[in-house]
């Protein structure tokens, strides 16, 4: 079964940087490939929301409110993604989530559990 579990989370005062990583175990690599790779974030009473998106082709893709401060990369060989966060405010408190998503294979998508990012002084 494949499972993706993410680390780096936190606590963090506003201005700082914290770096999330997702590892993906059981799944080949030419399978990971076929996968865009995603952080989604939920704050308490809000939706889900994407964060940021990286595909094996194209640019990576950011939310308007994180553009310029995350930077999204992928490394298909280790198969693991990670999310490099600077100069964070408390409205980016939330649960951070892995995703992999794929149009085309099955399942489309898989998420990991989660990791706690709180920004507060």
């Known amino acids: 079964q494949v499972q993706l579990a993410e680390s780096g989370g936190g606590l963090v005062q506003p201005g700082g940087s914290l770096r999330l990583s997702c590892a993906v175990s059981r799944m080949i690599t030419s399978t990971f490939w076929q996968y865009s790779t995603n952080w989604y974030r939920q704050a308490p009473g809000k939706e889900r929301e994407l964060v940021a998106r990286a595909t094996t082709s194209g640019s990576p893709e950011y939310a308007d409110s994180v553009k310029g401060r995350f930077t999204i990369s992928r490394d298909n060989s280790r198969k693991t993604v990670t999310l490099r966060m600077n100069n964070l405010k408390p409205e980016d408190t939330a649960v951070y989530y892995c995703?992999?998503?794929?149009?085309?294979?099955?399942?489309?998508?898989?998420w990991g559990r989660g990791t706690q990012v709180t920004v507060s002084s």
């Open positions: 995703n992999l998503n794929s149009l085309t294979a099955q399942p489309g998508d898989y």
